[in-house]
């Protein structure tokens, strides 16, 4: 019975004590995370003396948990020890061995407490953390100075937009989503500490350190954007440490290097420098870093840095503002506090101000000793450093090291540079883009139509990017100077060049980040953009730096300010210029007429724009077995080369060029390379130019084919309709040999009466690069298709059956020139693909473009006898000009993507309308179950079988193939948008190994799968 008792008695004293430790946790917890209110009272300073807390305010923010580790930590350890703790010593993973020995031996001699990594690699400094880690008794503090992430130290990892950047955003839960990610990379690579966010308000254009390191100039702002940060760090267990307090942003000198003066009076001191530490502090930041400043409304001892004033780190920043958490001292190496003494000293002097850890002390063993004696002689007490030690240990408690676990290297770099910080770093260049003028809206771009605008790309660093994604939105003539202008006479030629232009945009790079030499923008740049005003043009500047940059230039009808240069902010802008994107970015300072806040919101008109696969709900991750797929494929020699895109919710989202134009020679595919589109030509010109007419009601679906072309009247093609002809239930046969064979010999060689090697005025209908026909051969063949036999599937009703039909296609393109008065080729172009802003999509691609950037098609030694490159493969095609309903079609994946995602926006394109909307779901809804078709598009077959679409389509999805191996494919349930390119008939089109093995379906089984999100319900 007592047994039974006292084993009773154990479990509720457990149980209860139990539920104390989860209520002192659970407050602990609520501490650190919970958001406390500002507090309100405002701090007096004293102007010349120490800084004294006001009588009324609220009790100090704890944010740093006691617990038993501590405790019994801080008691266990000797005064040495204690004293180790308050050193975090610069280190580095790119060094030699003597180093890392160097270091083992601070570990082991002088117990230091914490290490700040600076250049190196990842896993260099992974596995230098972990053993530094095993040799010290008590894990160590791991930091980095990480502003804008990894990046800013090491190599191979993530580097977010630099703080002046982000200055520009409106939604300040970017930033702190930014903050949170970081949070998460430092936790991989074991870091604690990072040594953000640069809470400085940079109010001084000239400062030389501080700059695009900070948020900007307006207070508000800043603080908002440093809290983000600041929360996103911490709710991830990484310390944020804000700096450089007590502020400076409105300096002209650089402490790294001497010793900056800050003469603000006490009261702007409060009021504005002091402002983003007073509100973070309140909410519940752990860690200040104490700058190197000489502040004489604080402290004036002559060249005393603000870093070693007990009055500012004790009197201000304990006492008035309440901080309880670490204080750091910037790093201890800079000349701005060495100017004071020896290393020694002045790492004395800065513990005896009230700073807790010595960043990149120099003279470690001479400080130790130093710290010791001053603790003999009473100048710093024991109780002071052990306090100091105890909120160090309170912060590693905090951040998990009293559990502390090696750092696994597997996977690393993956790790560090997922595709969702990919996505973050793309969604944060996005919304910092400022519009900062637009004159008469000049921007968005509707209409392409004109020919009246070029583009000057001027300064350092490549501009392929940005001018590449101009000519995606509007074909036109770029121009750059790689340094800029150096001359008068290289400005005129150039002002020569732009002569018939109406509008120029001007794209600015190299620009720097320091005020030395205006930023790097030179005379000659500036010249140019006011000459070019001068000759009333209108002027799109678009600047690739800090906003700065903005005071050197004259007005200019839109200025756009990037704040950043690289290939993400380069496709950005031209995307907002033609409004496939929206600009909400506003300037972080004040420049020239410009006041800090200045900007203009522009809209989209919807065109489809670029983006990352995270930000349209699809894994990127996911997407990369893809590049697998189509890699095996090429080495298989299912086809040379091929180019996927894919699209959704009006974005591009993958774009990706494999193998090469044949199997022989190097050149690449590229997002350049134009294809043969083959039976493309269907849905890709002559479907479009049929829906065009059905919306002007100049046709109609049911009207018989002869009543638009009167040669049918009276002939066995009579009576079948435009819906039979798209559905293909016309009764023509398929294709028709005959027409191609009878201009040929019976031996097989071609006819002299109807082909010849040379072009002239009787030859010109190009049939191969060096074969010619007559221009009297397109009326013959014509007159063929029409005294064509039918075939002989009817059904019982004594209708014809489906049997896909290319004859059926050129009788609509005949229709078409017929009701229209112009060639197919003409009336696409000028109602469709020039609107559209359509660079590559046409026929006969050789009378525009190189042979080389043209992806060769069959050896055709049956018909041609020669390689088929810029020709059209289909024989039926050739021997008409290269133009048909059929096929003919050349183009690229990109182009193809505009067309057809004007096709899933149900017509409407960039604020035009190209069809109404009724028209594309009433051509592409299900007419034939059986067969899978609409209206001249392909479908989904019901159950799933098909070579080359995925299973996962919705039945609501349409597209077509094409023989020469491409594919389009659009799925309205899901917004999608699928391309496929190759030339799989090269060099001999009996290859059929892309149907056999699926490819194309395999490829977008893939794209489905990657959905994140789905809009359809699947089986």
Wanted: overall charge neutral.
């Amino acid at each position: 019975m007592k047994i039974w008792f006292f084993s009773r008695f154990r479990v509720v004293v457990s149980v209860v004590v139990l539920v104390i430790l989860s209520s002192m946790v659970s407050v602990a917890w609520k501490l650190i995370t919970v958001k406390i209110p500002p507090v309100k009272t405002e701090t007096a300073i004293a102007t010349k003396k120490a800084v004294h807390a006001p009588k009324k305010r609220r009790d100090p923010v704890l944010v740093l948990p006691e617990n038993e580790w501590v405790d019994s930590t801080l008691k266990s350890i000797s005064i040495e020890q204690k004293i180790g703790q308050l050193f975090m010593v610069a280190t580095f993973s790119n060094r030699d061995d003597a180093h890392y020995r160097y270091i083992d031996r601070l570990i082991s001699d002088f117990h230091i407490g914490g290490l700040i990594f600076f250049q190196g690699g990842p896993v260099g400094q992974a596995l230098l953390t972990n053993r530094y880690q095993s040799h010290s008794n008590i894990p160590l503090f791991v930091g980095i100075d990480g502003e804008w992430g990894l990046g800013m130290r090491l190599d191979s990892t993530m580097s977010f937009p630099k703080q002046m950047v982000l200055g520009s955003i409106q939604n300040d839960e970017l930033v702190y989503r930014m903050g949170s990610d970081i949070a998460r990379q430092c936790n991989r690579l074991g870091i604690q500490i990072n040594f953000a966010p640069v809470s400085d308000i940079n109010s001084n254009a000239g400062n030389p350190v501080i700059g695009i390191r900070s948020f900007g100039e307006d207070k508000e702002n800043v603080t908002r954007k440093a809290v983000a940060y600041m929360r996103g760090l911490q709710h991830h267990k990484v310390i944020a440490t804000a700096k450089h307090f007590p502020g400076h942003g409105d300096t002209d000198a650089d402490s790294h290097f001497t010793l900056p003066v800050l003469g603000h009076s006490a009261e702007q001191l409060s009021e504005t420098d002091l402002y983003p530490y007073r509100q973070m502090i309140a909410d519940s930041l752990m860690g200040v870093l104490s700058g190197h400043l000489y502040i004489p409304a604080l402290d004036n001892t002559p060249n005393q840095a603000s870093s070693l004033s007990e009055k500012v780190i004790t009197g201000l920043l304990r006492k008035d503002l309440g901080f309880r958490g670490l204080v750091f001292t910037d790093a201890m190496n800079m000349k701005g506090v060495l100017k004071t003494g020896k290393a020694a000293e002045v790492n004395l002097k800065a513990l005896i101000a009230g700073n807790d850890v010595l960043l990149y002390p120099e003279s470690i063993a001479e400080t130790v000793a130093k710290i010791k004696d001053a603790i003999n002689q009473k100048i710093i007490s024991e109780k002071i450093i052990d306090d100091k030690v105890k909120r160090i240990l309170q912060a590693k408690y905090w951040a998990g090291l009293s559990k502390y676990q090696p750092i696994d290297i597997t996977n690393l770099y993956a790790d560090l540079n997922p595709e969702k910080s990919k996505e973050l770093y793309r969604e944060l260049s996005e919304a910092a883009v400022t519009v900062v003028k637009n004159d008469n809206n000049l921007i968005p771009i509707g209409s392409v139509l004109d020919n009246n605008m070029a583009s000057v790309s001027l300064g350092e660093g490549s501009s392929a990017a940005f001018q590449k994604m101009l000519s995606t939105y509007k074909p036109m003539r770029s121009y750059t100077f790689y340094d800029g202008p150096s001359s008068q006479e290289e400005i005129s030629e150039m002002l020569t060049y732009l002569q018939p232009y109406t509008t120029v945009i001007v794209d600015i790079h190299g620009i720097a980040s320091n005020p030395k030499r205006n930023y790097g923008v030179t005379s000659g740049m500036v010249d140019f953009v006011n000459q070019l005003k001068q000759q009333n043009k209108k002027v799109i500047l678009c600047l690739f730096g800090t906003p700065y940059s903005i005071q050197f230039f004259p007005e200019t009808d839109v200025l756009i300010c990037a704040s950043q240069d690289g290939k993400d902010q380069q496709e950005i802008v031209p995307q907002i210029i033609f409004g496939a994107m929206s600009a909400e970015g506003r300037l972080p300072i004040s420049v020239s007429s410009y006041k800090s806040g200045s900007g203009v919101s522009t809209t989209s008109i919807n065109r489809i724009a670029f983006g990352t696969p995270e930000s349209v709900g699809m894994d990127a991750g996911s997407l990369k077995k893809i590049d697998e797929i189509a890699n095996a494929a090429v080495s298989d020699h299912v086809f040379p080369g091929c180019e996927i895109l894919v699209a959704r919710k009006g974005k591009i989202i993958y774009e990706k060029q494999f193998g090469g134009l044949n199997y022989k020679t190097p050149e690449r595919v590229t997002s350049e390379t134009i294809y043969d589109l083959a039976s493309l030509t269907k849905v890709s010109a002559t479907l479009q130019a049929i829906m065009l007419l059905y919306d002007r009601k100049q046709i109609t679906l049911d009207d018989k084919a002869s009543a638009y072309l009167p040669e049918l009247t009276g002939t066995n093609k009579a009576n079948f309709t435009i819906r039979d002809l798209l559905m293909h239930r016309s009764g023509l046969v398929s294709f028709y040999p005959p027409l191609w064979d009878r201009t040929k010999t019976s031996a097989g060689g071609l006819l002299p009466e109807y082909y010849s090697s040379k072009t002239d005025t009787a030859y010109y209908l190009q049939v191969a690069p060096k074969l010619f026909a007559k221009g009297s051969l397109r009326d013959s063949v014509w007159k063929w298709v029409v005294e064509s036999p039918m075939n002989n599937r009817k059904d019982r009703s004594g209708s014809y059956g489906y049997l896909y039909s290319d004859l059926g296609f050129l009788t609509l393109q005949k229709i078409v020139e017929k009701v229209t008065g112009q060639p197919l080729d003409i009336f696409v172009a000028s109602n469709i693909y020039e609107p559209l802003g359509l660079s590559y999509l046409g026929f006969n691609p050789l009378r525009r473009f190189p042979e080389k950037q043209i992806a060769p098609t069959e050896n055709d030694y049956r018909f041609r006898g020669q390689l088929l490159q810029g020709t059209v493969h289909d024989q039926m095609a050739a021997i008409v000009g290269g133009i048909a309903g059929h096929a003919g079609l050349f183009g690229t994946a990109r182009d193809l993507a505009i067309l057809f995602q004007m096709n899933l926006w149900k017509g409407n394109y960039a604020g035009k309308r190209f069809y109404e909307q009724t028209t594309v779901p009433t051509f592409a809804r299900g007419y034939d179950e059986s067969h899978h078709r609409g209206l001249g598009w392909d479908k989904a077959p019901s159950d799933g079988n098909s070579s080359y679409v995925s299973s996962q389509a919705s039945l609501n999805s349409f597209g077509h193939t094409g023989f020469t191996g491409t594919m389009v494919w659009m799925d309205p349930e899901e917004d999608l948008l699928f391309i496929f390119l190759s030339n799989r008939v090269n060099p001999d089109a009996e290859n059929t190994s892309i149907t056999t093995q699926r490819t194309r379906r395999k490829i977008q089984d893939v794209v489905y799968s990657s959905l994140l999100e789905r809009k359809s319900e699947l089986p």
